[in-house]
């Protein structure tokens, strides 16, 4: 009896390992195929603006002397702005690398979150020009501690998605609370919102909506470093359909610490 309880065992465990080399198979063929993806999303992103740079550059080498001055302007600025835009895609590359390595040492200390939304707000001033904005964070919201830095980037990001993905002369709400745990910061939009099978797929690097979405200059990066950012300042970043209209709204929670300052009793 004993024999052929052993027989099976082995025979058990050889079938496992079948499996086991079938599913290592597949995930190895599922990963090569990921890192293809991911490097054609990359050098299209990297393309895009590159050939729109040598295009400009290469019309103002040719024919400077015959273009007209605004001419000559434009294409400058179609210069500066590809180039803004490759230099933000290669930094976000960066933050992705870190986030993805570990590397992310958030530099945190205790801020009052309005600080940081303010700064947010007059970096995104050129991007959120076309709408109205309503900022609605109370003067006496416990602070809490984050890397201001990081913080400022992913409301940036948020702000830059609302502003992008929501039709010029919309509102986009800012909103803070406390509900004695966390500390609830909420950016909405009136744009169409996230189906909702993708609430969650959107903060997954290079994920992007909607075919028209590609349109729009985007690298489906911004959501996954905010989600990396937030999560490495201990936080949770979550997105939702606005309840009481057409709209996106998304979530950061940060925990209120027990020993956390509040800005009223400081000054
Ligand atoms: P990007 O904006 O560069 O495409 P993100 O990671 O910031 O990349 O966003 C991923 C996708 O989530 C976007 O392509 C878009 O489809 C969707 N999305 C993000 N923010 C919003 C929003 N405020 N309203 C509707 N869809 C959004």
Same mark, same amino acid.
């Given at each position: 009896?004993?024999? +052929? ?27 090569? %195929?990921? %890192? ?22 290469? =019309? ?9 001055? !605004?001419?000559?302007?434009?294409? @400058?600025? =179609? ?9 933000? #895609? ?25 600080? $940081? &939304? ?33 913080? !400022? ?8 998605? +609302? ?10 709400? $800012? ?11 909420? $950016? ?14 959107? #903060? ?10 590609? &349109?729009?200059?985007? =690298? ?6 905010? %989600?990396?950012? &937030? ?5 949770? $970043? ?11 709204? #998304? =979530? ?10 509040? @800005?009223?009793?400081?000054?």
């Amino acid at each position: 009896l004993l024999d +052929a309880l052993a027989d099976q065992a082995a025979l058990a465990i050889e079938r496992v390992q079948l499996v086991a080399d079938v599913d290592n198979a597949r995930l190895a063929e599922e990963a090569g %195929r990921l %890192r293809s993806a991911l490097l054609t999303s990359i050098s299209h992103d990297l393309k895009t603006p590159l050939a729109a740079i040598m295009g400009a550059a290469g =019309t103002l080498r040719d024919y400077r002397s015959a273009l007209p001055e !605004e001419d000559r302007a434009e294409l @400058l600025t =179609t210069v500066m702005d590809e180039s803004e835009r490759l230099n933000r #895609f290669i930094a976000n590359l960066l933050d992705m690398t870190r986030i993805e390595s570990g590397a992310m040492e958030p530099n945190a200390a205790f801020h009052y979150i309005g600080d $940081i &939304v303010g700064s947010a707000l007059s970096r995104a001033r050129k991007i959120l020009a076309g709408h109205l904005v309503d900022v609605q964070v109370p003067a006496d919201l416990p602070m809490v501690r984050v890397d201001p830095v990081l913080f !400022e980037q992913v409301l940036f990001n948020l702000l830059d998605n +609302a502003a992008k993905y929501s039709p010029g002369g919309t509102t986009i709400r $800012i909103g803070a609370d406390s509900n004695g745990e966390r500390v609830l910061l909420r $950016i909405a939009d009136e744009g169409p919102g996230i189906p909702l099978g993708d609430l969650e797929r959107v #903060f997954d690097t290079f994920y992007r909506v909607r075919k028209s979405d590609h &349109v729009r200059a985007g =690298t489906g990066l911004g959501l996954s470093i905010c %989600r990396g950012f &937030v999560e490495a300042m201990g936080g949770i $970043i979550s997105a939702e359909n606005r309840t009481d209209r057409l709209g996106a709204v #998304f =979530t950061i929670s940060l925990p209120l610490l027990p020993d956390a300052p509040n @800005l009223k009793d400081m000054t």
